[in-house]
């Protein structure tokens, strides 16, 4: 009773952020309706990458890798495939799935360690190629000339857009945790053994959450390409990947809107600071030191982090 | 003929932690192994349940054999494992942690959306009802006493319905009364489910009390395997227990 009343809460909450959403692109000026818009990107990249982090306890080092797949091959398929938007874009969504299935098959052979460093490894490799690559990805310069839905061509409209695509993921997401499978998905960071013992094949089962949460990177990816007008190779870079962590960290990977408010931090500061400091990522790494040392389990996750310090306690 | 071992060996490095073991266990039996430690009662359970892979040797469960079989695939055939320290999902709460198990037991693992709050409850609350552990559903089962955590570790394994039952030194760490408890309840979810169960157990009392039949190993190999009132005439194994009263 309590827990359908919990959940309802949430539905109205989530209603009340996209009417507020929704009213303050009507009022703020274009810099930062386009700011805005990126936020709510990165949010669903953050979340996406979360799924594997706060949930399932794995920790993926080169998640960019996912991002800039969506922009690359929706970028790729747009300007040198000739595709329309729409084809582009679900070409994108195939080419991210069956290439985070292999990524994750290759990557989902040892413990947690092995699989950062294979993650982290894919990641340099997928950033050098398409850095090198010059004469079909561009290279360092990237690919410009990516053009955005017919009807949400300016900055307003295709702030709408961007809130309902993402609104969309969000409630997918938000399905998703509530089902047994994220149960079992919790299971997994607390104790990968007893799941084996619980006759669960774990390799299949960590590739699944791998494939959701590389999805959801690459929608964040598609979005991204269509924002830009263009894809660039930050866009799949270590730092990327590293932010994504950052705003997880930041915002608290305990709860399920704590990456997005981390990356509305992050991404905030570096536009907002870059403009005044010329060091804006000395600014993040303060922030992350303070959050770690500051309260574990990033600003929204203070009650699920005391109950991780208690089940320390218990291990001792 | 529920499971049987044949010809078990496991070495680590020169060291031959179970030497040539045949078990033969019937349907319905509850066997105990003891033994001093470092006699491979363990890893004994760990090769039954391919946790850790035979040197050589070969596992039959109800006529198959299971020996190169992963454990997920081990477990869902129906062999449950209780760990000699619980391996419990700490950071959820106790009626979490047997909802996860009753998850992966009615094939809902990949049901990625569900619309009805609490997936199974009633199953849940059935197997918390059995352990006694249902005013304990909301607390988090880092938070449990050593008794209750021993406890939710059987619910976790029962909740999966196996036909076979492996149990690590159930009664470890807990007092005396408690321990018995724990077995009490042990031998009538067993005879409710009609379970077969090996357990390794260091209290004498325990073995003799709750076990059917008794199967003794001293550095790595089965010495002796009979009825209590067996084993505790048995020269051989009196002399192992060098000095300790086997009463």
């Given at each position: 009773m309590l827990q359908a009343l919990a959940r309802n809460k949430s539905i109205g909450f989530g209603v009340i952020v996209v009417i507020v959403l929704s009213v303050l692109a009507l009022v703020l000026p274009t810099y930062w309706t386009q700011l805005l818009t990126r936020v709510l990107i990165m949010a669903l990249f953050a979340t996406s990458l979360n799924f594997q982090?706060?949930?399932?306890?794995m920790f993926p080092l080169g998640h960019s890798m996912f991002l800039g797949l969506g922009v690359y091959s929706f970028g790729l398929l747009f300007t040198k495939g000739d595709l329309a938007l729409t084809p582009a874009f679900g070409g994108a969504l195939l080419i991210s799935i069956m290439a985070s299935g292999i990524i994750g098959y290759l990557c989902l052979r040892g413990d947690s360690m092995t699989f950062a460093l294979l993650h982290l490894g894919f990641n340099i490799l997928l950033y050098t190629i398409v850095n090198k690559w010059i004469s079909f990805?561009?290279?360092?310069a990237g690919i410009v000339g990516i053009s955005r839905p017919g009807l949400f061509s300016d900055t307003q409209s295709f702030y709408y857009f961007v809130l309902a695509a993402v609104s969309i993921c969000y409630i997918l997401m938000r399905i998703l945790i509530n089902s047994p499978f994220a149960k079992v998905t919790q299971g997994l960071r607390e104790n990968e053994e007893r799941l084996r013992f619980l006759g669960i094949n774990i390799r299949r089962f960590q590739l699944v959450i791998f494939i959701i949460s590389g999805l959801f990177a690459a929608v964040a990816g598609i979005l991204l390409a269509m924002l830009d007008k263009g894809v660039f190779p930050t866009d799949i870079s270590l730092t990327k990947s590293a932010e994504g962590l950052m705003m997880c960290l930041i915002g608290g990977m305990f709860s399920f809107l704590g990456p997005s408010l981390g990356a509305a931090i992050v991404v905030i500061i570096s536009t907002v600071t870059s403009t005044y400091i010329n060091q804006w990522q000395g600014l993040l790494g303060i922030i992350i030191i303070a959050c770690v040392i500051g309260f574990r389990g990033g600003i929204l996750g203070r009650r699920k982090s005391k109950l991780r310090l208690s089940k320390e306690r218990v291990h001792q | 003929m529920i499971l049987r071992t044949i010809d078990l060996v496991k070495d680590f490095g020169s060291l031959r932690a179970v030497d040539n073991v045949s078990l033969d266990i019937e349907g319905g039996e509850v066997r105990a192994i003891i033994g001093p430690n470092g006699a491979g009662k363990s890893t004994l359970l760990d090769l039954i349940t391919n946790r850790s892979h035979p040197t050589s040797g070969s596992v039959y469960f109800r006529g198959k054999?299971?020996?190169?079989?992963p454990p997920f695939t081990i477990a869902s055939k129906g062999i449950g494992r209780c760990f000699q320290i619980s391996k419990l999902f700490l950071g959820l709460t106790t009626f979490e942690n047997v909802q996860i198990a009753c998850i992966s037991k009615w094939g809902k693992v990949y049901h990625m959306y569900s619309f009805k709050n609490n997936v199974l409850d009633h199953e849940v609350t059935k197997v918390l009802d059995s352990i006694g552990l249902n005013e304990m559903a909301d607390e988090l089962a880092g938070y449990l006493s050593y008794g209750d955590q021993r406890r939710l570790e059987i619910g976790i394994t029962l909740a999966m319905m196996p036909t076979l039952l492996l149990l690590d030194e159930p009664t470890a760490g807990v007092s005396r009364g408690e321990g018995n408890d724990l077995m009490r309840l042990i031998k009538k979810l067993a005879a409710e489910q009609a379970l077969t169960i090996i357990f390794i157990e260091h209290d004498m009392d325990m073995v003799f009390n709750y076990a059917d039949k008794i199967s003794v190993m001293h550095q790595g190999r089965v010495i002796a395997t009979g009825i209590p009132d067996e084993i505790r005439n048995n020269s051989l194994v009196q002399n192992i227990y060098l000095g300790e009263k086997i009463s």
């Open positions: 982090v706060g949930y399932a306890g990805t561009g290279g360092n | 054999e299971i020996t190169n079989l």
